[in-house]
């Protein structure tokens, strides 16, 4: 019995290349262009152990445009085939070689940054060609060699009058592929996928301004200054980006400049950056930026840019990096990540969950530790980040575990807390008869006011929470901390926000109290208000609009997805009218024998309580103006 590799049969590669394999047919650039990086790195490393007896230089490639020729060229100035490895790498399998490359030199190639993992790279030529042309010489001592082919299972090889050590590819443009002969387009591929390959990538020239002295001496004035104009590369990548680099090498400037090469219509300032560097037990490098995001959840329009030693892959990033960070925005770079075919979409697999953990830790780690060290400069950027922080708690638990250490709750008057310091400072006050705390809170600032007020005027602290998912939020730390819970400042009068032991004695007698309330509810409408009645301060407002907090927060929940009680968040708004027993307008109201002047005083109380609630809207409206004027008269 014998054993052996079954070959891919080349007939089999080209209509499924057409067709299948890749789904975009503008990555044939950047194969090719990988293609040759990886042939200039195995190149270097072969000159650095000294296999390869050549001078390795300061090799490119070049990418040129023949439009009357229909033709494109990439060139690069790497290793080079001989006939022999045209043969075994293009005709038999169309492997870039890669593999068996680093296979070979596995202890001493690990660090070279091959590209590896290509496959079927060459073949995506045959997306935008109708013929192919490889001319090649080797670093060897042999002689050059010229492959062509059409995009049948016919090839021709023969030898080749190149003298010059390295690779051209000419792909003869297809008439349905006519666009990449455009100057426009070709620089906008480069710079989409070839923007920090780490070899320099040449497309045409460009003039600079080179400034000369003349002679020796140096004279102030500046006649004596000439500026010449000289032709030169247009190199279109950055060969050594940030993140390639050791964080020690780079200054805030730096981080803030990258930021601006990779987002270049970006015009505010990210507000910090995380620096990711790790070798075990998989290699990732990137850094991610936190940018100025507010309480909306805008669509990104710049995501965070996944490479793979230093290619572009894709934008789309989920999987690899937790949901709720899919809003910052940087660059990730890991030739660990598995990729389907083309290269652009994401295997599931283990190794993708380990990096996501890694990258929630990284960030949670870096928020610690910029809270710790200023801490004052950590909240005035609060609101700016807070929406991806609440997010992350409630869709990571491992985040969650870690937030404590910096999730902030601040104040309406600008005072920012800990979980652990809200219930250190609000304990001694805000603790009720049955031994819970109780943190109040605003969602507006202004729609509130009165009821923060009132609040303010018993001593207690107003935490004002504002973000889209607070409710989602406080439902989860309330799960995790029983004897603590949330109530927003409107949801009931304040005494019985914080209950008390002491209780306000009512002015009515029971039966008095039976007959106001049929008094109001025959006015008051029953569909959108339950009406209360309660012994309250005699100083405190007659008619209070309350939303009872479970009914409203459950509500919000259905409404921003993913909690509540089903179907919650269509239900009619309801309201409790809390009516102050103990107040002159009750007493007024019920002694009131006269029925219109009976109805008028609860209309106008009503439109009043609805008015510090922000209730009062249209007609309702015109009409309690209109009869507020009759009445000052």
């Not at 790790?278 to 959840?297: A, Q």
């Not at 969950?353 to 928020?367: F, G, P, Q």
């Not at 869709?395 to 309406?412: I, M």
């Not at 012994?535 to 939303?547: E, M, R, V």
């Amino acid at each position: 019995m014998t054993t052996g590799k079954i070959n891919v049969s080349v007939e089999n590669i080209f209509p499924l290349i057409k067709k299948f394999l890749y789904s975009d047919h503008e990555i044939f650039l950047r194969e090719l262009i990988s293609n040759g990086t990886d042939a200039t790195l195995k190149l270097k490393h072969l000159t650095s152990i000294g296999e390869a007896k050549v001078e390795y230089g300061n090799p490119i490639i070049e990418v040129k445009i023949d439009k009357e020729g229909k033709k494109l060229h990439i060139i690069d100035q790497g290793l080079g085939m001989t006939a022999d490895e045209v043969e075994k790498y293009i005709n038999q399998v169309a492997f870039s070689g890669a593999e068996e490359f680093l296979d070979k030199y596995k202890d001493s190639a690990k660090d070279s940054g091959i590209i590896g993992h290509f496959g079927l790279g060459f073949y995506s030529a045959f997306m935008v060609a109708e013929k192919v042309e490889i001319i090649t010489k080797s670093f060897k001592d042999e002689p050059a060699a010229h492959w062509t082919c059409d995009g049948s299972p016919e090839f021709t090889l023969e030898p080749a009058d190149k003298t010059t050590r390295g690779t051209e590819i000419i792909l003869h443009i297809a008439e349905d592929s006519l666009e990449f002969l455009e100057d426009s387009k070709i620089n906008q591929l480069l710079n989409k996928y070839n923007k920090f390959m780490p070899i320099p990538i040449k497309f045409g020239t460009k003039t600079e301004k080179i400034e000369q002295k003349k002679g020796e001496e140096v004279a102030v004035e500046d006649k004596d200054k000439i500026f010449t104009e000289v032709e030169v590369d247009n190199i279109i990548n950055n060969p050594n980006p940030a993140w390639t680099k050791q964080p020690t090498e780079l200054s805030d400037e730096d981080y803030k400049n990258f930021y601006r090469e990779v987002y270049p219509m970006q015009f505010e300032e990210p507000l910090f950056h995380i620096h990711l560097n790790v070798d075990y037990p998989f290699n990732l490098t990137g850094i991610l930026y936190f940018p100025k995001l507010g309480s909306d959840l805008q669509i990104q329009k710049d995501k965070i840019q996944l490479y793979q030693n230093q290619v572009y892959v894709t934008d789309n990033v989920e999987g690899i990096v937790p949901e709720f960070l899919t809003m910052l925005k940087g660059v990730i770079d890991s030739p660990d990540i598995p990729l389907n075919v083309s290269r652009s979409g994401l295997q599931a697999d283990a190794a993708v969950k380990k990096i996501s953990n890694y990258i929630t830790r990284k960030v949670a780690d870096k928020l610690k530790s910029l809270f710790t060290e200023n801490r004052e400069d950590f909240e005035q950027k609060w609101n700016d980040i807070k929406i991806v922080l609440e997010y992350g708690m409630l869709s990571e638990d491992k985040f969650y575990e870690k937030a404590g250490a910096f999730v902030l709750y601040p104040t309406v008057d600008g005072k920012y807390y800990t979980l652990e310091e809200l219930k250190e400072n609000l304990a001694a006050n805000q603790t009720d008869k049955d031994g819970k705390l109780v943190v109040l809170y605003a969602g507006n600032k202004e729609a509130q006011h009165s009821y923060i007020e009132i609040a303010k005027d018993k001593g207690y602290e107003v935490l004002l929470l504002d973000s889209p998912i607070i409710s989602h939020l406080i439902q989860k730390i309330e799960g995790d901390n029983s004897n603590m819970t949330f109530v927003r400042v409107d949801s009931d009068h304040v005494d019985n926000l914080i209950k008390k032991e002491e209780t306000t004695i009512s002015k009515l007698s029971e039966e008095e109290q039976t007959n106001l309330k049929t008094v109001l509810e025959a006015i008051v409408p029953k569909q959108t208000y339950s009406v209360q009645l309660e012994a309250l301060d005699s100083n405190a407002s007659p008619f209070i609009i309350t939303q009872p907090e479970f009914m409203r927060r459950m509500k919000e929940m259905s409404q921003s997805g993913g909690g509540g009680m089903f179907g919650m968040g269509n239900m009619p708004e309801m309201y409790n009218l809390v009516v102050n027993t103990n107040s002159e307008l009750a007493t007024s109201i019920l002694n009131n024998k006269d029925k219109d002047a009976q109805e008028s005083l609860v209309k106008q109380a009503l439109d009043l309580a609805k008015l510090s609630q922000n209730l009062l809207k249209g007609e309702a409206l015109t009409a309690f103006v209109k009869r507020s004027f009759e009445l000052i008269k």
